[in-house]
């Protein structure tokens, strides 16, 4: 599976979009790009995923590059509860994610 | 729906003891996955079963660590004996289908600390 990278980490303002980008610049065409978050002592949490168009749903939207090579993930209004760690990962088949170590998101009150 | 249920969800346990943790995927999923999560290795994966049969143990750690999964709704993880190094939070996750485009789903995770 192709590597991802990230920054570090990001700040956000309450009530703002937070865009969180990602370099995949080794994908492959049948390479999903997907997105999950985690917060503090909780579990992955699933965000989206996309193949190559944009995608949205109730949380968040995927904005993919026609090349493929980068994607940002958008979340429209952050709030406090979006404070996270949030890990884009490329996925081919059934198996493994390979995470990273993400963008530490904090949103600032 | 309920998602993937993990037990226990915290455990203290002494250095050479047995640790079993305990996973049920979500119903109907055909693929689970072990993970585990430290502070310095971030999440790794240890072990995935598609259809029950073990396609990837290659991250269990070693022979200490074993898993099972003898049928589609429950899977075993097992350390014997633990050690201090074993400490970490253990995540067991599922999946349906063959394609890049399952979801794979996370349960709240086993926190484990050996002693």
């Known amino acids: 599976d192709a590597k991802t990278t990230q920054p570090t980490s990001m700040d956000c303002a309450e009530g703002r979009a937070a865009n969180l980008p990602c370099n995949h610049s080794t994908i492959s065409g049948n390479e999903y790009v997907y997105w999950y978050r985690q917060i503090h002592s909780q579990g992955p949490q699933y965000i989206i995923h996309?193949?190559?168009n944009n995608e949205t749903n109730e949380m968040a939207s995927l904005i993919i590059t026609e090349d493929r090579k980068s994607s940002t993930l958008i979340l429209p209004h952050a709030t406090l509860r979006d404070t996270a760690v949030y890990y884009c990962?490329?996925?081919?088949?059934?198996?493994?994610?390979?995470f990273g170590t993400g963008t530490r998101l904090t949103v600032i009150p | 729906d309920a998602g993937v249920i993990q037990s226990p969800r915290h455990e203290v346990t002494e250095m050479g003891q047995e640790v079993t943790l305990r996973c049920k995927p979500i119903s109907g999923h055909n693929s689970l996955f072990w993970y585990r999560q430290t502070m310095m290795r971030g999440l790794e994966l240890l072990i995935y079963?598609?259809?029950?049969?073990?396609?990837?143990d290659s991250g269990m750690p070693e022979d200490r660590f074993s898993a099972k999964m003898p049928n589609a709704s429950f899977s075993t993880l097992k350390i014997q004996p633990s050690e201090p190094r074993d400490s970490a939070v253990y995540f067991c996750?599922?999946?349906?289908?063959?394609?890049?485009?399952?979801?794979?789903?996370f349960g709240e995770g086993s926190w484990l600390t050996v002693v």
């Open positions: 996309g193949l190559k």
């Open positions: 990962i490329v996925k081919s088949g059934a198996n493994n994610l390979f």
């Open positions: 996750a599922s999946s349906f289908g063959e394609l890049g485009g399952n979801t794979i789903y």
């Open positions: 079963f598609n259809n029950n049969v073990p396609i990837d």
